[in-house]
Nanobody
Framework: QVQLVESGGGSVQAGGSLRLSCVVSGDFGDRICMAWFRQAPGKGREWVATGSYPDGITYYKYYANSVKGRFTISQDGAVGTAYLQMNSLKAEDTATYYC?????????????????WGQGTQVTVSS
C-alpha cells in the first residue's frame, strides 16, 4: 500500500511563492514517478509537473507550459519526498493541488494512469 501525504498549501498574493511537499510511504519498489496535478473549481484535473529518477541517478522533470519557468519539481532521491516550489504565483494558479504517483516510470501525464493520490491541498492566489 502506497500513501501520499501533502502539505504546504495556503493563501498568498499574486507574485508570491509557496512550496508543496508530498511524503511518500509504502512498498513501491525502487522506482517511482511523482507528479503534481491541480483542479480549479468547475474544471478538470490538470497536469502540472512530473519528475523521476528512471536510472536511479539522473532526475528528469517535465512541466506544463502554463507553469514552466515559475514552478520547480524536485525529489529527495529516487523514492523520497517530492516538492513543488511555486514562484511568481498568479490568480489563475488557484486550485486544489494533488500529488500523484505511479510505478515505475513517468511514461504519461494522464491523470487516469496514476495509481496513487494524495488528499489534495488548497492553494489560493489573490490578485
Amino acid at each position: 500500500q502506497v500513501q501520499l501525504v501533502e502539505s504546504g498549501g495556503g493563501s498568498v498574493q499574486a507574485g508570491g511563492s509557496l512550496r508543496l511537499s508530498c511524503v511518500v510511504s509504502g512498498d513501491f519498489g525502487d522506482r517511482i514517478c511523482m507528479a503534481w496535478f491541480r483542479q480549479a473549481p468547475g474544471k478538470g484535473r490538470e497536469w502540472v509537473a512530473t519528475g523521476s529518477y528512471p536510472d536511479g541517478i539522473t532526475y528528469y522533470k517535465y512541466y506544463a507550459n502554463s507553469v514552466k519557468g515559475r514552478f520547480t519539481i524536485s525529489q529527495d532521491g529516487a523514492v523520497g519526498t517530492a516538492y513543488l516550489q511555486m514562484n511568481s504565483l498568479k490568480a489563475e494558479d488557484t486550485a486544489t493541488y494533488y500529488c500523484a504517483a505511479r510505478t515505475p516510470y513517468c511514461s504519461t501525464t494522464l491523470a487516469e494512469a496514476f495509481t496513487y493520490w494524495g488528499q489534495g491541498t488548497q492553494v489560493t492566489v489573490s490578485s
